[in-house]
């Protein structure tokens, strides 16, 4: 157990809808990461936030949105889906000082767009 | 800018044979490399790190050198189990933010 939590575990929807995921850092983390895991395209980084601010950019589509809390809990919006969007999204915390480099991964969310 | 490639998969093995994949690194300075697994269905975990030239980052039996000369950071394995199957991923950070990951590589060992 990393001690990251991403809910849902799966979410199945439709074309053009909205969906949000959820994740909550390790205890003490203040950056959070946004991974997209795609077959065809492997571990994409998508956004990262340290306390509560965007600190680095991907390839985030613009449908796409975050948000880290004042918690440091963190959220991904995805909207006007697609079927491409299908994959699995990881969130993953990790500190800052030197010898916290390592990033953990939760479990992450498999989103199907039917 | 920064990037990891790494050698592209699937490799297969038989048990008990010696395991490369090969990672090499493209920065400037001196970034923090890391080779992290993904066990079938779960998220990534840390196999190894190492945080500066010439150390050695082992673990489980996988061991990686940072090599500041070649810019590389293989994992190896002396002898590899069933269990050891799944996909691979070598990743460098450099300052305070943004990982960088390769493509992964995915291992399979036949009994």
């Known amino acids: 157990d990393s001690g990251v939590t991403q809910t849902p575990k799966h979410l199945i929807t439709a074309t053009g809808q909205r969906v949000t995921l959820r994740c909550s850092p390790r205890?003490?983390?203040?950056?959070v990461y946004w991974y997209q895991q795609s077959l065809d395209q492997g571990l994409q980084f998508l956004i990262q936030?340290?306390?509560?601010?965007?600190?680095a950019k991907g390839n985030i589509l613009e449908r796409f949105s975050a948000q880290q809390f004042p918690d440091l809990h963190s959220e991904l919006n995805l909207s006007s889906l697609e079927l491409g969007d299908s994959a699995l999204y990881f969130c993953?915390?990790?500190?800052?000082?030197?010898?916290?480099?390592?990033?953990?991964f939760g479990p992450g969310t498999r989103l199907l767009v039917l | 800018g920064n990037s990891v490639t790494q050698m592209e998969g699937p490799v297969t093995l038989s048990e008990e044979a010696f395991l490369t994949i090969n990672c090499t690194y493209t920065?400037?300075?001196?970034?923090?490399l890391f080779w992290y697994v993904q066990y079938p269905g779960e998220g990534l975990q840390l196999l190894l790190k190492?945080?500066?030239?010439?150390d050695k980052g082992s673990n489980k039996g996988f061991e990686a050198t940072y090599r500041k000369e070649t810019t590389s950071f293989h994992l190896e394995k002396g002898s590899v189990q069933v269990s050891d199957s799944a996909v691979y991923f070598c990743?460098?950070?450099?300052?305070?933010?943004?990982?960088?990951f390769g493509t992964g590589t995915r291992l399979k060992v036949l009994a």
């Open positions: 920065a400037t300075g001196y970034p923090s």
């Open positions: 205890s003490g983390d203040l950056s």
């Open positions: 993953a915390s990790s500190g800052e000082r030197t010898g916290q480099e390592t990033q953990y």
């Open positions: 190492a945080t500066k030239a010439d």
């Open positions: 990743a460098l950070k450099q300052g305070t933010y943004k990982y960088i």
């Open positions: 936030y340290y306390n509560g601010e965007e600190r």
